[in-house]
C-alpha cells in the first residue's frame, strides 16, 4: 500500500498539477479567438493558481468535447459530469455562452449570446445575470449597471434605442428610486420614480430653459409645484390633470413684465404629453431558463405508466425523488467518442414520448373545460363534551375573556418600548373554585399567561376589532372547531364557529420569534393599512397545574377566507418546486383543497392602481421578513368564480353562454354575469387582499424536461374575486433549516427547495409573485 507521503504520491500529486495546468492552458488556446477579456484569463501568476486548486479539489477537471443527444455542443473543462471551469455551450437554437461554470451553472464571469444579436456581458450566479453586467439589445440599446435574478435591480445606465437614456436606481427591471431620464432634444426629468413610472417629488427641464419642479403621480404633476420660465417668472400652486383642487398664483418676471400672465395650467399636461418614457426591449429567453440537462429517475423499470396527471394536466416524472440524477448527454463516460447507451437513449425519448401530452400547442385543443371544484362540508369537528381538547377549549374561552374583559386604560399608537418587552406578560391563576379575579369554571387548575397585553390590545384596535364582538365569536355559547389533522409543523389549528378567527398552538421557538420581530410588525400595521401580513390578535399560554406541568402557547389570528363569497380554489404560493404539488387529482379537488406552486394554472390580472399597490406593499412586506431572518411564508391566494352554469362549470369572460345559479351554491353572491357589475369597480372601494374583484388568464405548461413553475397564458379569461395574504411569517433561518438546505442541495437544484437564507428567499418569492400578478390591460 501506498503512503501518503511516500515518494510515489508525490510524484502523482505533481504530475496531476501539471495535467490541470495544460488543460487550462488549452482551454484559453480554445477561447482565445472569442472576445471576452474580462473571463479568459491569461495570466498563470499564483493568486490564479491558487483558485485553481481550490476549483478543482473535489473533481477532476478536463477538457472535453461533446455533441449531446438533443443537439447541442459543449466544448470546455468538465468534471463529474458537468461543465466545471471555463466552457463554451452552443444550443441548437443559436443562443450561445461562453465563461465559467460551476456544476453545470453559469457561475463566475461569462458572456451569453441570443441568435437575435443581443449579448449580456457580465456576471452570473445559479444559473442567473446576477451582478454586474452589460445587456446589448438587437436593435441597439443597452443597460449598464446591476442585475439580481436575471432583473435589472440596483444601480444602472440605459441608453434607448430612440436616444433617449436613464441613470438611476431601479428594481424588478423597472426605474424605482432616484434616477435621471433624458430625451432626445435634450429635456431631462431628475428624481423620484415608482414601478417605471414618474412618481413622487421631482424636476422636469425643459431644453428650452423652462422648469417644473414639484411633485409627481403615474407620470405627471400632481400636488404642489413651481413652473419657471426663463424670464424669471413663475406660478406656484396645486396642480392636478382633471383640473379638481386646482389653484394657484402667478408671479412676474423682476422687470414686471407679465408675459404669461394667462397662462393656463393645464397646458403644462399638453406640453409634457410629447415625452413618454421608452418602454425598452424586453430580454427574450432568460439565460436560467435554458436547459443543459434531462432530470429522469434512475430507479429501474420507471416507465409513462407511473406517471401521474396532476390537477391542470401535467405529467408528473418524478422530479423530487431522492434517486433522480442529471444526465446531460447520451451515455454516463467522459469519452466523447464512446458509444451511446441503447436502454438509456430508449428510456429518454419514451420520457419526451410522455412529456408531449402537456405541450401548450398541442393541448389546447383538448383543454377541459375549468370547473368549480366540488363542495366540501364544513371544516373541523365540533369540539364537545368528551372531546380530549375539552378542557383545553375552556380554559382558553375563559382565558381570554378574562384578558378582553379586564379594564385598560385607552392605549395611544405610540407605545414605549417597555410593552415590547418579552418579560411584559401576565400570569393568572384560575382554580376551579374561582378566586377574587377569576369565575368558578368546571375545567382544571390552570395559570393563564397574556404575553404583551398592550400591544396585542392596541393592533385589536388598529384592526377594528370590536372588544364585545371579539369575545363573542371566541368565548360564546358555540364550541370551537378542531380542524382534522395538524399543520407541517405539527400545530393544531381552531376556528371559531363564525370562522371569523383561527387558533393555532405554537412552539416556544415561534413564540421568540414573534415577540422577537413584534415591534417592527407592530410598526408596519401602524404605518401601513394595506400590509398583506397576517394579522394577530393576541398571544397567549395555558399552564396546566399538577404533575404534568404541560403549557400550550397558542396565537389568535384571523381567518383569510372568512367571505361573503365561496372560495372555488386555494393556493399556497412560495416560488419554489421541489414538493410543491398536491397529491389530488382534478376530481378529488374540493373548496377546501390547498393547492401549490406547480398545480396553480393562473395569472392574476389587478387594475392598474391595485396592482401598483400590491407591488409597493409585496415589496415593503418582504423587505420587513427579510430584515427580520424570516423565510418560508408563502402568499395564500383564494379565488371566487363569478360566473358559473348549473352543472359547475366556469364560464370565460366575454361567453355567449347563459350562466344561472347554482341552485347547490346558492349562497355564492353575484354568480350571474348580469349582476357582476355590482360589485365594486373603483379601487378606492377596495382593500388590497380583501375580496378585490380581478381577472385570471388561464395557463398550460408546456413540454419539457424540467417542470415550469409558470405556464404559458392562452388567452382564456375569467372574471373573478381575490382574497390573498402572506402567511407563515414565523420561520427564521435557524440550524435546523440550515442543515435541511445544507442535505437537500446534495440531492436537488438548491434554487428549487424551499429552505434556503432570507435574502434568496424573499428575491426568489417576489420574482415568482411579481410574475403570477401582471396588471390588467
Not at 481550490?54 to 443537439?71: C, D, M, P, Q, T
Not at 430580454?283 to 401521474?308: D, F, H, I, Y
Not at 408528473?316 to 448527454?329: F, V
Not at 372547531?481 to 416556544?508: A, H, N, W
Request: net charge negative.
Amino acid at each position: 500500500m501506498i503512503g501518503k507521503d511516500s515518494g510515489v504520491m508525490k510524484a502523482w500529486e505533481a504530475t496531476m498539477r501539471k495535467t490541470h495546468a495544460v488543460a487550462k492552458k488549452r482551454a484559453n488556446s480554445i477561447f482565445g479567438t472569442i472576445s471576452l477579456a474580462h473571463v479568459a484569463d491569461e495570466d498563470d501568476n499564483n493568486d490564479d493558481t491558487d483558485k485553481d486548486e481550490s476549483r478543482n479539489e473535489a473533481f477532476e477537471v478536463y477538457i472535453e468535447e461533446k455533441v449531446l443527444s438533443n443537439g447541442d455542443y459543449y466544448t470546455g473543462e468538465w468534471a463529474n459530469n458537468f461543465p466545471h471551469g471555463l466552457g463554451k455551450y452552443l444550443w441548437t437554437d443559436g443562443c450561445m455562452y461562453v465563461g465559467d461554470w460551476y456544476k453545470g451553472k453559469t457561475k463566475g464571469k461569462g458572456r451569453f449570446s441570443w441568435p437575435s444579436g443581443a449579448t449580456y456581458e457580465g456576471e452570473f450566479k445559479g444559473g442567473y445575470m446576477d451582478g454586474t453586467g452589460t445587456y446589448t439589445g438587437s436593435n441597439g440599446e443597452t443597460y449598464k449597471g446591476q442585475w439580481v435574478m436575471n432583473l435589472k435591480h440596483g444601480h444602472g445606465f440605459k441608453s434607448y434605442v430612440n436616444g433617449d437614456w436613464y441613470d438611476g436606481d431601479w428594481k424588478r427591471d423597472l426605474q424605482d428610486g432616484e434616477g435621471r431620464y433624458e430625451w432626445q432634444d435634450e429635456s431631462h426629468y431628475v428624481g423620484e420614480w415608482r414601478n417605471g413610472t414618474i412618481w413622487g417629488k421631482g424636476k422636469f427641464v425643459w431644453a428650452n430653459g423652462k422648469v417644473f419642479e414639484g411633485f409627481w403621480e403615474d407620470g405627471v404633476p400632481k400636488g404642489n409645484g413651481v413652473l419657471k420660465w426663463p424670464d424669471g417668472s413663475f406660478y406656484e400652486g396645486c396642480f392636478s390633470k382633471d383640473g379638481k383642487d386646482q389653484n394657484g398664483t402667478y408671479h412676474p418676471s423682476e422687470e414686471g413684465e407679465e408675459h404669461h400672465k394667462e397662462w393656463d395650467p393645464q397646458e403644462l399636461y399638453s406640453e409634457l404629453s410629447g415625452y413618454v418614457v421608452c418602454p425598452g426591449e424586453k430580454v427574450q429567453g432568460m439565460p436560467s431558463n435554458k436547459r443543459l440537462a434531462v432530470w429522469r429517475s434512475s430507479k429501474a423499470g420507471e416507465t409513462a405508466r407511473n406517471r401521474r396527471m396532476s390537477v391542470d394536466g401535467r405529467v408528473s416524472i418524478g422530479l423530487e425523488k431522492p434517486a433522480d440524477r442529471l444526465q446531460m448527454w447520451d451515455g454516463g463516460e467522459s469519452d466523447a467518442n464512446s458509444a451511446r447507451t441503447p436502454s438509456l437513449v430508449s428510456d429518454l425519448e419514451e420520457d419526451l414520448m410522455a412529456l408531449r401530452v402537456d405541450d401548450a400547442g398541442e393541448s389546447l385543443g383538448q383543454l377541459q373545460p375549468l370547473k368549480a371544484p366540488k363542495k366540501s362540508k364544513r371544516q373541523g369537528e365540533t369540539i364537545c363534551k368528551g372531546h380530549k381538547n375539552y378542557e383545553l377549549m375552556l380554559n382558553l374561552q375563559l382565558g381570554i375573556r378574562h384578558s378582553v374583559a379586564r379594564p385598560a386604560p385607552s392605549a395611544s399608537l405610540d407605545l414605549k418600548p417597555s410593552a415590547f418587552d418579552p418579560k411584559e406578560k401576565v400570569w393568572t391563576r384560575f382554580p376551579p373554585e374561582g378566586s377574587k379575579y377569576t369565575p368558578p369554571h368546571p375545567s382544571c387548575d390552570f395559570k393563564w399567561k397574556d404575553y404583551c397585553p398592550v400591544v396585542f390590545r392596541t393592533l385589536r384596535k388598529l384592526f377594528k376589532v370590536d372588544p364585545a364582538d371579539y369575545m363573542l365569536s371566541i368565548c360564546g355559547s358555540e364550541a370551537l372547531r378542531e380542524l382534522s389533522s395538524p399543520g407541517k409543523s405539527g400545530s393544531f389549528f381552531y376556528l371559531t364557529d363564525d370562522d371569523r378567527y383561527m387558533i393555532k398552538t405554537m412552539k416556544k421557538a415561534e413564540v421568540k420569534v414573534l415577540l422577537r420581530m413584534l415591534p417592527a410588525y407592530y410598526d408596519n400595521f401602524r404605518d401601513h393599512e394595506n400590509t398583506l401580513l397576517t394579522k394577530y390578535y393576541g398571544l397567549h399560554c395555558v399552564k396546566l397545574n399538577g404533575t404534568i406541568q404541560k403549557k400550550v402557547r397558542f396565537i389568535i389570528m384571523g381567518n383569510l377566507f372568512r367571505s361573503q363569497y365561496i372560495t372555488h380554489r386555494r393556493y399556497d404560493l412560495k416560488g419554489s418546486s421541489l414538493g410543491r404539488t398536491t397529491d389530488k387529482s382534478e376530481t378529488e379537488i374540493s373548496e377546501t383543497t390547498i393547492l401549490k406552486d406547480l398545480d396553480l394554472n393562473f395569472i392574476f390580472r389587478l387594475e392598474k392602481p391595485c396592482f401598483q399597490e400590491f407591488c409597493s406593499q409585496i415589496d415593503r412586506d418582504c423587505e420587513l421578513l427579510e430584515q427580520e431572518g424570516i423565510m418560508d411564508y408563502s402568499l395564500l391566494v383564494g379565488i371566487h368564480f363569478k360566473d358559473i352554469t348549473p352543472d359547475g362549470e366556469v364560464i370565460p369572460f366575454q361567453s355567449e353562454a347563459p350562466a344561472t345559479v347554482d341552485p347547490e351554491n346558492e349562497e355564492t353572491p353575484q354568480t350571474s354575469s348580469e349582476d357582476t357589475d355590482q360589485l365594486p369597480s373603483k379601487p378606492s372601494g377596495v382593500i388590497l387582499g380583501m375580496n378585490m374583484p380581478a381577472r385570471v388568464e388561464r395557463t398550460v405548461r408546456k413540454s419539457g424536461c424540467e417542470l415550469q413553475l409558470v405556464g404559458e397564458p392562452i388567452g382564456e379569461f375569467y372574471n373573478v374575486v381575490l382574497t390573498f395574504g402572506i402567511i407563515d411569517i414565523l420561520q427564521d433561518y435557524d440550524i435546523s433549516k440550515k442543515l435541511e438546505h445544507a442535505y437537500k442541495s446534495f440531492q436537488y437544484d438548491p434554487t428549487s427547495i424551499s429552505a434556503v437564507d432570507p435574502i434568496q428567499y424573499s428575491r426568489r418569492f417576489r420574482d415568482f409573485i411579481f410574475k403570477i400578478f401582471t396588471e390588467d390591460s
